[in-house]
């Protein structure tokens, strides 16, 4: 059996365990303790390793993962255009997170950790930015979920996709925007002229 851990990153992220065989084993938000950056900085948390430690410890008893492979997708930070405007303060902290989350589970993975980009394992839902379609399609695929955030929601739905892509069972993301407008000229001027040669 494949157990896949799947983490959305940052300070209000989540966690969350799903098997090949048994389904959704556990889900759980990420544990986060005071940064010591004091009561005027901008953001005053951070993941706590310890306790990140301690809870996948528990888990590893509780389902007696010793006994099966692990593997880890965490989702990667999108780069940022120069356009974007968030605070170099909140791009440190989710690389800080994720940092921090990749050395307490490189200790449980049974291979290299899988960084996937929100359009790759989205695509595979056929998911946008809506985070209440993200936590509909946990629901539907997982009923005992229960009642989450949707942070949680895409935690599992990570997971899950790391378990279909183990499996060569994913959905490809969208080709390129320069590709889709070739093939959506080339679909025009075919509907302008159906005899038209070099037909999509």
């Not at 986060?32 to 993941?47: F, V």
């Not at 996948?56 to 974007?84: C, L, P, T």
Request: hydrophobic content about 45%.
């Amino acid at each position: 059996m494949t157990i896949c851990l799947g983490i959305d990153v940052g300070l209000n992220g989540a966690i969350a365990a799903v098997c090949s065989q048994r389904g959704l084993l556990e889900h759980a938000d990420l544990p986060t303790c005071d940064n010591g950056a004091g009561k005027d900085a901008s953001i005053k948390r951070k993941i706590d390793a310890v306790e990140l430690r301690r809870m996948i410890g528990f888990w590893r008893i509780r389902h007696d993962m010793a006994r099966d492979h692990v593997r880890v997708v965490i989702e990667r930070m999108s780069s940022f255009g120069a356009g974007d405007k968030a605070p170099p303060a909140s791009l440190l902290s989710m690389g800080l997170s994720a940092g921090i989350i990749e050395g307490v589970l490189a200790d449980v993975a049974d291979e290299p950790i899988i960084s996937a980009l929100p359009k790759q394992w989205k695509a595979h839902y056929r998911l946008g930015s809506d985070k209440s379609a993200s936590v509909a399609t946990a629901q539907r695929l997982f009923p005992t979920a229960g009642r989450i955030r949707h942070d949680v929601a895409e935690a599992i739905l990570l997971a899950a996709w790391g378990l279909a892509e183990l499996q060569g069972d994913v959905t490809p993301a969208e080709p390129p925007k320069a590709r889709r407008r070739a093939r959506a000229r080339a679909v025009a001027a075919l509907e302008a002229d159906p005899f038209a040669v070099g037909a999509p």
